[in-house]
């Protein structure tokens, strides 16, 4: 038996009220059933045995209305899916992770048997449908039970084995997609790393350690290149000068002009 749905935020409230509500409803019931069937029968059977009677059955009444009362069920809708959710469903503690069974005195809008803890939140046990790739999922939203709306330490279903499958397939798939997502990223951060690194080694020279024989062999090869560049530019100096035309009437400046030239490319040499 349901009253319809209530807003989390109440529910801990009726809770707490649904023990006097209880006891309000069938003892005015009471009241109202033997003052009727006093007034009825008393015309027509006087005496004490027959109010007695009524009395009697007028308790029997108030004991299966209690009963049915008592045995009323509380809950909410899901602020996300919509769908009921009974504050009698098994549950554990997000505190202590103690399993609460006994729900008809610690139902998830009292407290823990185990720790005395209050829960602030629910997270809603129902299956929704998902997209085309994942399909059925667990709705998991957070119904808050108080005015803080704290996410941390609440209290969630004892799934059964096919609600805890549908779960567990949807986690791990969420586990695969972003272990693949992490991969990738890691792919192209590398990439880009590579890249990096190759446009600074083609930028930057790195210097070249010689061993002695080679800084040897440098320093030969630049002296015999600059012997026999300064001999062939002399060689070529002195060819131009013997077919120079205004020097064929001054031999004299002729030879001053070619021991010039000699003395330079000896000075070069050494």
């Known amino acids: 038996m349901s009253f ?3 807003h989390p935020l109440a529910i801990r409230r009726e809770f707490k009220q649904k023990a006097l509500m209880n006891y309000a409803v069938v003892a005015a019931g009471f009241v109202l059933v033997v003052a009727g069937a006093s007034a009825f029968l008393s015309p027509i059977w006087p005496g004490f045995f027959p109010l007695l009677s009524a009395d009697a059955v007028s308790l029997g009444l108030a004991y299966i209305c209690l009963k049915g ?10 602020t996300k899916c919509k769908k009921w959710i009974s504050v009698n469903t098994p549950w554990v503690c997000g505190v202590c992770g103690a399993s609460n069974s006994n729900v008809d005195v610690f139902p998830f809008c009292n407290r823990c ?3 005395t803890d209050l829960p602030k939140a629910y997270k809603c046990h129902h299956v929704v449908s998902g ?6 999922v667990p709705c998991e939203n957070l119904n808050f039970l108080s005015q803080d709306r704290q996410e941390t330490n609440y209290a969630y279903c004892l799934q059964g084995k096919s609600e805890a499958s549908v779960s567990n397939k949807h986690e791990e798939k969420m586990r695969k997609r972003k272990e693949q997502s992490e991969e990738k990223e890691q792919k192209i951060a590398l990439a880009l790393l590579d890249a990096k690194l190759k446009a600074a080694r083609a930028t930057v020279k790195v210097p070249v ?3 002695p024989r080679e800084r040897m062999q440098e320093d030969f090869d630049k002296s015999m290149g600059a012997l026999f560049s300064s ?6 100096q002195i060819a131009e000068l013997e077919k120079d035309p205004k020097f064929e009437n001054d031999p004299s400046g002729k030879e001053r002009r070619k021991e010039w030239i000699n ?3 000896r000075r070069n040499i050494q």
């Not at 009362?69 to 899901?78: K, N, T, Y």
């Open 263 to 265: 003395n330079w490319a």
């Open 209 to 211: 350690v010689k061993s």
């Open 113 to 115: 048997e185990s720790c």
């Open 4 to 6: 319809g749905p209530h």
């Open 69 to 78: 009362l008592e045995g009323r069920e509380i809950g909410f809708s899901c």
């Open 231 to 236: 001999e062939d530019i002399a060689a070529a």
């Open 131 to 136: 997209d085309d790739d994942v399909g059925s």
